[in-house]
């Protein structure tokens, strides 16, 4: 498979739930494709709507998303979610949705607020960045320990692994969300993401 992304960005998420399941991969740096150029131009080729994470299966498939590819990888492999028709895989699947659908927007229309709101840029990234620390928040609440859903790690910490270091940034989910900072940890200690977590720059202390 080839897997198109940016270090540190939303296809580490992918990257590390790739590394956790052994999902052997070729990494298609394409960091600057959000702007015009040849890694947009690489991007699109795979995918017109030039987003990352990009996965070109090996038949020739392109599956994104992360969610899609989380449950994809579900499916091939154990360890990334917990037993179907357990109340354990609702959670995970009410979770899994929940951070894809309420989580990222923020992210979305906060980091370009001048593609959405160019006469009020500065208002929609402080509303934003206000509104995901209250979900975050509400996020906390669910987390069993030591994992977000107990004793084992899932899909759902691969996310948090990587999360803790987008806005508002470890030192604040350390103070406002300690459950979710430890299980961010744990997963990033995890011996099979240690090339992952050095590729993409997150440190585990």
Not at 64 to 73: K, Y
Not at 121 to 137: G, M, S, V, W
Request: a negative charge; proline letters at 6%; hydrophobic letters at 45%.
């Amino acid at each position: 498979m080839k897997f198109y992304g940016v270090p540190a960005w939303g296809s580490a998420i992918v990257e590390t739930m790739l590394a956790l399941v052994g999902e052997p991969y070729d990494f298609v740096d394409v960091e600057g494709f959000d702007h015009p150029g040849a890694a947009q131009d690489r991007l699109a080729g795979v995918n017109p709507l030039r987003q990352v994470p990009t996965l070109v299966l090996d038949d020739g498939d392109v599956l994104t998303e992360t969610a899609a590819i989380a449950l994809w990888l579900a499916e091939r492999h154990a360890g990334l979610a917990p037993a179907s028709g357990s109340a354990e895989h609702r959670r995970f699947l009410h979770l899994l949705i929940w951070i894809v659908a309420n989580v990222y927007p923020t992210f979305t229309y906060g980091d370009y607020p001048k593609r959405w709101a160019p006469s009020a840029q500065d208002e929609l990234t402080n509303a934003t960045n206000a509104h995901r620390e209250r979900l975050y928040r509400w996020l906390e609440e669910q987390v069993v320990g030591p994992y977000v859903l107990g004793e084992q790690a899932s899909a759902l910490d691969c996310y948090a692994a990587v999360m803790i270091d987008w806005r508002p940034g470890r030192e604040w989910f350390a103070d406002n969300t300690p459950r979710l900072f430890a299980a961010a940890k744990l997963m990033r200690r995890d011996l099979r993401l240690a090339a992952v977590m050095a590729h993409n720059k997150l440190t585990i202390d």
